[in-house]
């Protein structure tokens, strides 16, 4: 299958259009499940989606994708990774560790509540969950329960700026500098908060109604108008773009982009299910959710960009990401596609320049990467 990032441009004369870019080209790849997955997250370059009962995914790419057994049927939720081992939290308080995929050990984690994520940092294991749940650990072998102060269900947590934040639902958001202490925020709202991540020296939060949050700090937070439908779940970060993801509204509308956290972008996922969580790896997002959905977007580092015309002779820049192979088509009835130019340098930035454009009424171009 071929992803086809279009720039359509009139050889003499004004653009005619430009069409969808990387964040509007999202493929569905073959899941091998039709369990819902609840988590991703892009871990020692691999993609890792967990999911219920008892599914775990890998990927190298986001294209093609690996089961392995859990070896527990109870679901995963949520998934990080130390430097030495991959971390899986989930259903029924389950915790469970491998060095490979292969190998899992439970652990005891003292609650058979619903662990809904993990991320590690500062040498920290802190995973959030149902009832006000909050656990930490410095080798995910034992675990300590820690006082977050709610009942609320806590459903996120990132950290960053030396600060963990975890969100939950009735517009919970507490902080932590170690993980083991906690401090109730002031979020502003009342909706459930499902998601965060920290990236561009800002905590960006997601929730029920479309909410999204932002803060430089964890403490004071700033209403941000998302232009979603519906509730949004989850939020990843990579080349300076921001992609949320949640549930579908309009024409299949459960992506939305930014680039400043700020100002968003509601985007066509081509799929009706709801879409959980989202992650950045090799210059793709990659989102899961419902019914064993995987989607990639794209590759985002690619581009054919910097159109020029004049007289006859169109100009443009290709941008290549690492080890990729890109070409340039060209056509004249958007039908009929004909190689104009290979760019296989990785990575590599190429010149593109078609002297002959003046010799068609109107010529099209595309830039195809496998």
């Known amino acids: 299958m071929k992803t086809t990032i279009l720039t359509i441009v009139a050889a003499c004369g004004l653009p005619l259009a430009i069409s969808a870019g990387p964040l509007d080209l999202w493929t569905s790849r073959n899941s091998g499940t039709t369990n819902?997955?609840?988590?991703v997250s892009f871990v020692n370059g691999n993609f890792v989606a967990v999911g219920a009962p008892?599914?775990?995914l890998t990927s190298p790419d986001g294209i093609a994708w690996s089961s392995h057994n859990l070896g527990n049927t109870n679901g995963g939720a949520g998934v990080t990774f130390d430097g030495n081992k991959y971390v899986v939290v989930g259903f029924g308080g389950v915790i469970l560790t491998s060095p490979d995929f292969v190998n899992w050990a439970q652990q005891t984690s003292g609650t058979t509540n619903l662990l809904r994520e993990i991320t590690y940092a500062s040498g920290t294991f802190?995973?959030?969950?149902?009832?006000?749940?909050?656990?930490?650990?410095?080798?995910?072998?034992?675990?300590?329960s820690q006082a977050s102060g709610t009942t609320n269900d806590l459903q996120g947590v990132a950290f960053g700026n030396g600060t963990f934040v975890a969100v939950g639902k009735g517009g919970r958001?507490?902080?932590?500098?170690?993980?083991?202490?906690?401090?109730s925020r002031n979020s502003g709202t009342?909706?459930?908060?499902?998601g965060v991540t920290y990236a561009n020296g800002k905590f960006v939060v997601l929730g029920d109604f479309a909410t999204i949050l932002t803060s430089p700090d964890g403490i004071s937070w700033t209403s941000q108008n998302s232009g979603a439908p519906n509730e949004l779940s989850g939020v990843g970060f990579g080349n300076g773009i921001f992609v949320a993801v949640g549930s579908a509204g309009g024409p299949n509308q459960n992506i939305d982009t930014s680039t400043d956290a700020v100002n968003w972008t509601?985007?066509?996922?081509?799929?009706?299910p709801s879409l959980y969580r989202t992650a950045f790896g090799k210059g793709r997002f990659v989102a899961v959710g419902n019914q064993g959905t995987i989607l990639q977007s794209a590759d985002t580092s690619l581009g054919l960009t910097s159109p020029n015309v004049g007289g006859s002779t169109f100009t443009a820049t290709i941008t290549n990401g690492v080890g990729q192979v890109s070409r340039v088509q060209a056509s004249t009835n958007l039908t009929t596609w004909t190689d104009v130019l290979t760019n296989s340098s990785t990575p590599a930035t190429a010149q593109f320049q078609d002297v002959t454009a003046g010799n068609y009424p109107r010529r099209f171009y595309r830039l195809v990467v496998p």
């Open 190 to 194: 009342i909706h459930d908060l499902t």
């Open 266 to 272: 509601l985007r066509v996922s081509g799929t009706g």
């Open 36 to 39: 819902n997955l609840y988590g």
């Open 173 to 183: 958001i507490l902080t932590s500098p170690t993980g083991t202490a906690w401090t």
């Open 126 to 144: 802190v995973v959030m969950g149902k009832l006000g749940t909050i656990l930490t650990s410095a080798n995910a072998t034992n675990w300590i």
């Open 54 to 56: 008892g599914a775990i």
